[in-house]
């Protein structure tokens, strides 16, 4: 049973950072991509970030140059840095995986198979 549980959230002001974490276990992280979704209140989920096996990373426009996904395969840890956090960054924070390696696709994430139990940030103007 795929296992993913995620902290760091927490409450800023706007232009804060914070870093998530995703302890991933039960399967065999390195081989996986993963990825970071948002859900805000009454709406659809919303890819954030995704890593591939190869370590190749893709972004939502909204956090471009402002996120960043990385990975620890030693440690089975996902991360997402978030910088210059803005209010509509607001939002229950996922991390995902539908268990594939390879290259990752944005699009895909929403879509993912497995999910942790989210972490709520909240960004204050």
């Known amino acids: 049973q795929v296992q993913l549980v995620e902290s760091g959230g927490g409450s800023v002001q706007a232009g804060g950072s914070l870093r998530l974490s995703c302890i991933a276990s039960r399967f065999t992280f390195s081989n996986v991509r993963m990825y970071w979704v948002r859900h805000f209140p009454e709406k659809e989920r919303e890819g954030v970030a995704c890593?591939?096996?190869?370590?190749?990373?893709n972004y939502a426009d909204s956090v471009k140059g402002r996120f960043t996904i990385s990975r620890d395969n030693t440690k089975n840890i996902l991360y997402l840095e978030m910088n210059n956090l803005l209010p509509e960054d607001t939002a229950m924070y996922y991390c995902?995986?539908?268990?594939?390696?390879?290259?990752?696709?944005?699009?895909?994430?929403?879509?993912?198979?497995?999910w942790g139990q989210g972490t709520q940030v909240t960004v204050s103007s």
């Open positions: 890593i591939g096996t190869d370590g190749s990373t």
């Open positions: 995902a995986t539908d268990l594939w390696g390879g290259a990752c696709s944005i699009n895909r994430a929403a879509r993912a198979d497995y």
